[in-house]
């Protein structure tokens, strides 16, 4: 009975620090910006996975598959020789006006985050103009506990965020409110 109540004791005592040695845990963020543009007239520019000109962060975007599953781009961001992100396209819906897609290779200098997946979608607004969403899931750049400032939660969340708001802002100067 006595050696029962030593393991019981020493399984409380180890418990809560079990709690403190996780690792990270998946984030989410959901962007979203209603447009004056019908959804087809937006769709005309955002919905070919190829081409990402519409957004001031890419330089260019090269690729291969065009908008079916498993499509592949390299989005060169800044200038001709500047950082790049590889992506795979994992769902595409013209019908719905929406796709979803996965980083595959990034530097996260560039963007702190590992396992990222992303999907984009546009629907109709009551006024005839087009709700724009763009929700993204992925882990910190740095998949430890104690990560260093550039790449923990805080820093990913807002690298991905400022990606997406500098994709919608020039949407919505393009588009209009």
């Known amino acids: 009975m006595r050696i ?7 399984v409380l005592a180890v418990l809560p620090s079990l ?3 996780h690792g990270p845990t998946r984030q989410k963020t959901v962007l ?3 447009v004056a543009a019908p959804p087809a007239e937006v769709w005309a520019v955002i919905g070919n996975f ?3 000109s519409w957004h001031p962060l890419v330089f260019s975007t090269t690729g291969e598959g065009g908008n079916a599953v498993d ?3 390299l989005l060169t961001l800044g200038a001709a020789d500047g950082p790049t992100i590889a ?3 994992t769902k595409y819906s013209a019908e719905k006006m929406s796709y979803s897609y996965m980083i595959e290779a990034v530097d996260v200098a560039v963007l702190p985050v590992t396992n990222y997946s992303s999907h984009l979608t546009l629907t109709p607004t009551a006024a005839g103009g087009t709700h724009i969403e ?13 990560p260093p400032e550039n790449l923990n939660d805080a820093a990913a969340i807002a690298a991905v965020n400022g990606v997406y708001q500098a994709g919608l802002d020039a949407l919505v100067a393009r588009f209009g409110q």
């Open 4 to 10: 029962w109540r030593y393991l019981m004791l020493i």
């Open 19 to 21: 709690a403190l040695a």
């Open 32 to 34: 979203s910006v209603d």
């Open 50 to 52: 190829h081409d990402m």
């Open 71 to 73: 499509a592949k781009r």
């Open 87 to 89: 992506e795979v396209l």
């Open 134 to 146: 763009w929700k993204g899931a992925f882990y910190r750049g740095y998949p430890n506990n104690d």
